[in-house]
């Protein structure tokens, strides 16, 4: 019931682009994205919902296809603020909010 | 607001020792979630409560763990006796609506069993 998270790592130069795709075996209802930097708690990005619409602000954004299960997290002109972990967390028919292992992401200068 | 307070931050114990962690959710936050992190397992999810009322406690490891939340603005987690084994972070998070605006997490509680 976990979601998969890919890539488990990308490293990038300040002001390249990123994807990061979580996917799950279960019909979702909504996807969370969060991002953790070390030694702090996860801070949340975004809420897809289903029958939602592609949610974004400034350079990171989000889509959901609900039809394959499946959310994709868009980082555009990666600063060095926003290296961290990434996490998506899906919830089906329950309350439960499941998280990916999450995406190690490392912005270098 | 002061957001999601835990305490204590640090926490290192002897295995068989009682560990109490504590929780204060962001006022007028109607869920609250306890989750454990590890290298591991990741993000697990314990237990959360509704307004008070544990909802969903199938998380919980073992009858060693316990959580209760008496009121609005408190919640706790307790292990007894703890093991090497809980080792990891505790992180109590609360929302509003469930779905509409995410979690806000607390800072977490290390927690060292040795």
């Known amino acids: 019931q976990q979601p998969v998270q890919s890539p488990q790592a990308v490293i990038l130069r300040e002001g390249e682009d990123a994807v990061i795709n979580c996917s799950s075996s279960?019909?979702?209802?909504?996807v969370h994205w969060y991002r953790q930097k070390h030694g702090e708690a996860p801070v949340f990005l975004m809420i897809l919902l289903k029958g939602g619409e592609q949610k974004g602000h400034e350079k990171i954004s989000a889509s959901f296809n609900e039809k394959k299960q499946q959310s994709s997290l868009y980082l555009t002109a990666s600063q060095l603020s926003y290296s961290g972990t990434y996490f998506c967390?899906?919830?089906?028919?329950?309350?439960?909010?499941?998280f990916g292992k999450g995406t190690k992401l490392t912005v270098n200068p | 607001d002061a957001g999601v307070i835990q305490s204590p931050r640090h926490e290192v114990t002897e295995m068989g020792q009682e560990v109490t962690l504590r929780c204060k959710p962001i006022?007028?936050?109607?869920?609250l979630f306890w989750y454990r992190q590890t290298m591991m397992r990741g993000l697990e999810l314990l237990i959360y409560?509704?307004?008070?009322?544990?909802?969903?406690d199938s998380g919980m490891p073992e009858d060693r763990f316990s959580a209760k939340m008496p009121n609005a603005s408190f919640s706790t987690l307790k292990i007894q006796p703890s093991e090497p084994r809980d080792s990891a972070v505790y992180f109590c998070?609360?929302?509003?609506?469930?779905?509409?605006?995410?979690?806000?997490f607390g800072s977490g509680t290390r927690l060292t069993v040795v």
């Open positions: 006022s007028g936050h109607d869920y």
């Open positions: 998070a609360s929302s509003f609506i469930r779905d509409a605006y995410g979690y806000t």
């Open positions: 967390g899906t919830q089906g028919g329950s309350e439960k909010l499941v």
């Open positions: 279960k019909a979702l209802y909504s």
């Open positions: 409560f509704n307004n008070n009322v544990p909802i969903d």
